[in-house]
């Protein structure tokens, strides 16, 4: 089975701290994504890599950086907190794009106060 | 614009029953996939079916099949016998481009005993 794994379940943040978000595949997918999930506007693409080092970005990366220096991991950063970026994060990976199916981690909720 | 939309954001069924949850999409292109996921309570999304828009045959997976209308750009996910584990947000998706996966809203599934 695909494993994708998010280092933390719940996180809480104080405004203006930087926070990494972290997430390891064990599938050898060359694809990871960052997602972010608000009620009522689905998930939100904000970065997506295709290969170590690559990164592209979604339609919200505003305020995020990411970082692949392995395949197997992908890490999300916020440089500096603020609480509009209280949300829930989800990271996946797949083999390839377009057809291919997304994995998906347990996700990560964040609050920043 | 939203790519792919989901007009209900939350329907309810009887347990044992059938029902019906609705998604559209916006494309130009004439091969593609789609994509129905499942995001149980406090668990991550797992992938339900997988629709290959070439085929005219619409996809089913046990007791989960879609009503695909390419024409219309419909794409709806029926689930029979309802059971309680069927209860979550349902994510309708469609890949645009080779990497990004666009989500719909969401549809909450409420599974009544």
């Known amino acids: 089975d695909v494993k994708v794994t998010q280092s933390s379940r719940y996180l809480v943040k104080r405004t203006g701290e930087k926070v990494f978000l972290e997430c390891v595949q064990d599938m050898d997918h060359e694809n990871m994504f960052w997602y972010r999930q608000d009620p009522g506007l689905g998930l939100r693409l904000i970065y997506f890599s295709y290969d170590v080092k690559m990164k592209e970005k979604g339609d919200i990366p505003e305020g995020y950086s990411v970082s692949r220096e392995k395949k197997e991991r992908f890490s999300l950063i916020l440089e500096s907190a603020s609480t509009n970026q209280t949300s829930m994060y989800l990271c996946?990976?797949?083999f390839g794009g377009g057809k291919n199916i997304q994995y998906f981690g347990a996700g990560t909720r964040l609050s920043v106060l | 614009a939203q790519t792919v939309t989901q007009s209900q954001p939350e329907m309810s069924v009887q347990e044992a029953e059938t029902v019906t949850l609705s998604c559209t999409y916006d494309t130009s292109e004439s091969d593609y996939y789609l994509f129905w996921y499942k995001q149980p309570p406090s668990r991550q999304m797992i992938l339900v079916i997988r629709q290959e828009a070439y085929k005219q045959q619409n996809a089913t997976e046990n007791r989960f099949s879609v009503n695909f209308q390419k024409a219309a750009k419909s794409f709806s996910l029926k689930i029979s016998d309802s059971q309680l584990g069927d209860a979550a947000m349902y994510f309708c998706?469609?890949?645009?481009?080779?990497?990004?996966?666009?989500f719909g809203a969401g549809t909450r599934l409420t599974v009544k005993p």
């Open positions: 996946a990976s797949s």
């Open positions: 998706a469609y890949p645009k481009g080779n990497n990004d996966m666009r």
